[in-house]
């Protein structure tokens, strides 16, 4: 009776199938997911620091459900911008509510900042963050990446100092401007 693991078993020839493949099998799919881990910054490092930042001025919708779906609402704000025809600035998410206290879920703002004079789009809310003393966790990686690495980062940071990570915190994210390239992710929170 044949085994179900039949690519393993030993050959007449004395070798496994898996021992004459595995650099076809490092070629054809572990090098490219390592490739594209890569490229998305994964294995970017995260560097925190105490500094200032702010003034910004954005406009956002507010959000309350999953944190996982939270694209869909930022989606939602760019294609208000769009319809306005003002120019979007960096993407931010000022989170509310901590998601690790109601299972996943969060109040957010979520938008984009604004220039000094552009006017906010129909159907969306203006807000403002001032210059303020910050705990900020940079990383360049892609957004699916980011904010897990700079929370962990931060966590880790304020864990060694007597803190713990408090809400809100505020997420931006610049494109690096090419579709090529991967853009900054910044998280704050106040000090």
Do not use: C
Not at 38 to 43: A, D, E, Y
Not at 107 to 120: E, F, H, K, M
């Amino acid at each position: 009776m044949e085994s179900g693991l039949w690519y393993l078993r030993e050959e007449k020839w004395g070798k496994s199938v898996f021992k004459k493949q595995w650099p076809a099998f490092l070629l054809a799919f572990v090098l490219p997911l390592l490739a594209v881990f890569w490229w998305w910054g994964g294995f970017s490092s995260v560097s925190v620091s105490e500094t200032e930042a702010g003034p910004y001025r954005y406009a956002y919708i507010d959000y309350e459900g999953p944190i996982s779906n939270m694209r869909k609402s930022q989606r939602t704000a760019l294609d208000k911008f769009t319809v306005a025809k003002v120019a979007a600035g960096d993407t931010i998410s000022v989170i509310l509510t901590d998601p690790r206290a109601a299972n996943g879920k969060v109040r957010a703002q979520l938008g984009y900042t604004l220039a000094v004079n552009a006017p906010v789009p129909a159907g969306m809310k203006e807000g403002r963050i001032e210059r303020r003393a910050i705990y900020a966790a940079h990383v360049q990686a892609a957004t699916l990446l980011a904010p897990s690495k700079t929370y962990l980062a931060l966590s880790e940071t304020l864990e060694s100092k007597g803190k713990t990570l408090v809400m809100p915190t505020v997420e931006l994210y610049r494109p690096a401007g090419q579709a090529s390239r991967i853009g900054t992710f910044t998280l704050e929170m106040d000090r």
